[in-house]
């Protein structure tokens, strides 16, 4: 078995620039574990920065020159971060070297037996399904994750144990620093505008990502999604020469897949699966509604197997698996509606989380959504298609895009979601002050409806305002 690793030399004394940051503060929180002296800032207070002080961490709230200690071993940055932000100025007027978060991140796997999640979509729930099921096992395994667990309660956690589950970006290609031993790709769709020009530039760089798995270790992807089904031809092709240890399984509703799906079955908001692996049947419980998840579950356990991990003992563990904060999580009732958050951004998600609420509402009940599109470069590709997405609510409030890092794109507006949602048959209302919001649902909604709330951006925030005013 391997051993837990240390603290690479140069992140003994690590600066994070914006440390609450989902990814960023997983690994903050692994090497504070370890015993790092880890430091760093943030743009605002928040529950992420005060569980790193718990860790011992310093976190500072702002962002300036003397933030950065004299005797830093690197500064750790996200794609997010700007050339003109002062603490990275001040870091090359020291002379500390820069280091990529996903350098960082894959500095932490070494020599342990690593599992990356790939995917344009699925990730978070697929790698929190693999940490909770090991956790579960007594396996005590490593994970960093780009979201929080219902569970535990955290992105990430040093575990004793030799795997490390890790969420694989492929929106800056910074997955491409791993070495997994088993590699998971849901799905391969065209995305992250801003560094990818077509679908080309998209295969190149999953197919960089699977020739990066480790001689002997599998590649577990999706024998039903377009994309994926023609990148596992493209890594066939290549594990023909350059690749000849590479295991590809691939799983899914398709006759053809090796760990293959027999049958989904909704129970409200969770459901339960049967797949068939090795010619035999096995069915286990997913917490979370919907085809999508439940195929989530299935790469997880097919990536476990690949492992060596018993599958029934493998399945059963995924069933204690309660979800993600954001993944179609139950933010409360009041007056009889259910209200549902979603981080649901990109057309493919938000269709399929739609889908899965329609199936787990009761029956006669409405589903109202309240969406803010994400980006103004997303939403300038695929604002036609979140508007169609839209067609599956009974009624839809549409806010303003929430820019994240992006400046403004004159003459890109919520109007093109809005234009094509109301063009597919949806009603839609345009509201551009979020404040509005909790009171014009509370007025839409009566009893049995269930209420989403869905974006990558703060629209978060209303869920436990929505409540508060159904129960006023």
């Given at each position: 078995m391997?051993?837990?690793?240390g603290?690479?030399?140069?992140?003994?004394?690590?600066?994070f620039i914006?440390?609450?940051?989902?990814g960023?503060?997983?690994?903050?929180?692994?090497?504070?574990?370890?015993g790092?002296?880890?430091?760093?800032?943030?743009?605002k207070?928040?529950?992420?920065?005060?569980?790193l002080?718990?860790?011992?961490?310093?976190?500072?709230?702002g962002?300036?020159a003397?933030?950065?200690?004299?005797?830093?071993?690197?500064?750790v940055?996200?794609?997010?971060i700007?050339a003109?932000?002062p603490?990275?100025?001040?870091?090359?007027?020291?002379?500390?070297?820069?280091?990529h978060?996903s350098?960082?991140?894959?500095?932490?796997?070494?020599g342990?037996?690593?599992?990356?999640?790939?995917?344009?979509?699925?990730?978070t729930?697929t790698?929190s399904?693999l940490?909770?099921a090991?956790t579960e096992?007594?396996?005590?395994?490593?994970?960093?994750?780009?979201?929080d667990?219902?569970?535990?309660g955290?992105?990430?956690?040093h575990?004793?144990?030799?795997?490390?589950?890790?969420e694989?970006d492929?929106?800056?290609?910074?997955?491409q620093?791993?070495?997994?031993?088993?590699?998971?790709?849901?799905?391969?769709?065209?995305?992250?505008?801003?560094n990818?020009?077509?679908?080309?530039e998209i295969?190149?760089?999953?197919?960089t990502?699977?020739?990066?798995?480790v001689?002997?270790g599998t590649?577990?992807i999706?024998?039903?999604?377009?994309?994926?089904v023609?990148?596992?031809s493209?890594?066939?092709d290549?594990s023909?020469?350059?690749?000849?240890?590479?295991?590809?399984?691939?799983?899914g509703?398709?006759?053809?897949?090796?760990?293959?799906?027999?049958k989904?079955?909704a129970?409200g908001?969770?459901?339960?699966?049967?797949?068939?692996?090795?010619?035999?049947?096995?069915?286990?419980a997913?917490?979370?509604p919907?085809?999508?998840?439940?195929?989530?579950?299935v790469?997880?356990?097919?990536?476990?197997?690949?492992l060596g991990?018993?599958?029934h003992n493998?399945?059963?563990?995924?069933?204690?698996y309660?979800?993600v904060k954001?993944r179609?999580q139950?933010?409360?009732e009041?007056?009889?509606?259910?209200v549902?958050d979603?981080?649901?951004?990109?057309?493919t998600?938000?269709?399929?989380?739609?889908?899965?609420?329609r199936?787990?509402?009761?029956t006669?009940?409405?589903?109202l959504?309240?969406?803010q599109p994400h980006l103004?470069?997303?939403?300038?590709?695929?604002?036609?298609?979140?508007?169609q997405?839209?067609?599956l609510?009974d009624?839809?409030i549409?806010l303003?895009?929430y820019p994240?890092?992006?400046?403004?794109?004159?003459?890109?507006t919520?109007?093109?979601v809005?234009d094509?949602a109301?063009?597919?048959?949806?009603?839609?209302t345009a509201v551009?002050?979020?404040?509005?919001v909790?009171?014009?649902v509370?007025?839409m909604?009566g009893?049995?409806?269930l209420?989403?709330?869905?974006?990558?951006?703060?629209?978060t925030?209303?869920?436990?305002?929505?409540?508060?005013?159904?129960?006023a």
């Amino acid at each position: 078995m391997a051993s837990a690793p240390g603290i690479p030399t140069a992140l003994e004394r690590p600066h994070f620039i914006g440390i609450g940051g989902a990814g960023m503060s997983g690994i903050a929180k692994i090497l504070a574990a370890r015993g790092a002296k880890v430091a760093g800032s943030d743009a605002k207070e928040s529950e992420t920065a005060q569980a790193l002080r718990a860790l011992g961490a310093t976190v500072h709230i702002g962002h300036a020159a003397a933030h950065l200690a004299d005797d830093a071993s690197c500064v750790v940055v996200s794609s997010a971060i700007r050339a003109d932000n002062p603490e990275l100025v001040r870091a090359g007027e020291l002379g500390v070297p820069v280091m990529h978060r996903s350098d960082a991140l894959a500095s932490l796997m070494g020599g342990l037996r690593p599992i990356a999640v790939a995917g344009t979509h699925g990730k978070t729930t697929t790698t929190s399904m693999l940490a909770v099921a090991l956790t579960e096992l007594g396996l005590d395994p490593s994970y960093a994750i780009g979201g929080d667990l219902e569970g535990p309660g955290t992105n990430a956690r040093h575990g004793e144990g030799e795997i490390f589950v890790a969420e694989a970006d492929e929106s800056d290609r910074s997955f491409q620093k791993y070495d997994p031993e088993v590699a998971i790709v849901l799905n391969v769709e065209l995305d992250h505008h801003a560094n990818y020009a077509s679908m080309d530039e998209i295969y190149e760089s999953f197919e960089t990502f699977a020739g990066k798995i480790v001689p002997g270790g599998t590649l577990v992807i999706s024998a039903d999604q377009a994309g994926a089904v023609e990148l596992a031809s493209r890594v066939r092709d290549l594990s023909a020469g350059d690749l000849p240890a590479l295991k590809v399984v691939t799983y899914g509703e398709a006759a053809t897949a090796d760990v293959r799906v027999h049958k989904i079955t909704a129970r409200g908001l969770t459901s339960e699966v049967t797949v068939v692996l090795d010619g035999r049947f096995l069915t286990f419980a997913v917490s979370v509604p919907g085809r999508h998840y439940a195929l989530n579950a299935v790469a997880a356990l097919a990536a476990g197997v690949a492992l060596g991990i018993p599958a029934h003992n493998l399945a059963s563990a995924i069933g204690t698996y309660t979800g993600v904060k954001r993944r179609l999580q139950l933010k409360g009732e009041a007056a009889g509606v259910q209200v549902v958050d979603s981080y649901a951004h990109h057309p493919t998600e938000m269709t399929a989380d739609l889908e899965a609420m329609r199936d787990a509402a009761p029956t006669g009940s409405r589903l109202l959504v309240v969406f803010q599109p994400h980006l103004f470069s997303r939403t300038q590709e695929l604002g036609t298609e979140m508007g169609q997405a839209l067609a599956l609510a009974d009624a839809s409030i549409v806010l303003d895009i929430y820019p994240a890092r992006e400046d403004p794109v004159p003459g890109i507006t919520s109007a093109l979601v809005i234009d094509a949602a109301t063009a597919a048959g949806a009603q839609v209302t345009a509201v551009h002050d979020k404040d509005a919001v909790p009171g014009l649902v509370a007025g839409m909604a009566g009893p049995g409806d269930l209420v989403l709330t869905m974006g990558a951006g703060d629209v978060t925030d209303l869920g436990p305002l929505i409540l508060a005013r159904l129960s006023a």
